[in-house]
Nanobody, 127 residues
Framework: VQLQASGGGLVQPGDSLRLSCAASGRTFSRSVMAWFRQGPGKEREFVAALAWNSLSRDYTNSVKGRFTISRDNAKNTVYLQMNSLKPEDTAVYYC?????????????????????WGNGTQVTVSS
């Protein structure tokens, strides 16, 4: 099983980026998928999570109203649209997938809930 993240880059404050994470090796169409990030000198932190049917989603407070998580189950892919980027959004962004099916709860914010992790993609926001 592999999760391949892409779409990072160097942008200016206020710009937008769209991250993608394509899964292969098994389907996650019945599982929660999420994004985390790790800034310089910081621990990895929760960014957003999305239920298998896209009806339930969760965001960390600092990205609410600016970031949108979405998925295409036919493509086994999860996305993170990031608008109005700020320097504090600078981090390596990781996608993650839960191996369990039909499980969505407050623990979606915890790293330990996820069994599969993608490679990181660097997002740098700087003027």
């Amino acid at each position: 099983v592999q999760l391949q993240a892409s779409g990072g880059g160097l942008v200016q404050p206020g710009d937008s980026l769209r991250l993608s994470c394509a899964a292969s090796g098994r389907t996650f169409s019945r599982s929660v998928m999420a994004w985390f990030r790790q800034g310089p000198g910081k621990e990895r932190e929760f960014v957003a999570a999305l239920a298998w049917n896209s009806l339930s989603r969760d965001y960390t407070n600092s990205v609410k109203g600016r970031f949108t998580i979405s998925r295409d189950n036919a493509k086994n892919t999860v996305y993170l649209q990031m608008n109005s980027l700020k320097p504090e959004d600078t981090a390596v962004y990781y996608c993650a997938a839960d191996s369990r099916e039909y499980k969505y709860d407050y623990q979606n914010r915890l790293l330990r809930q996820y069994d599969y992790w993608g490679n990181g993609t660097q997002v740098t926001v700087s003027s």
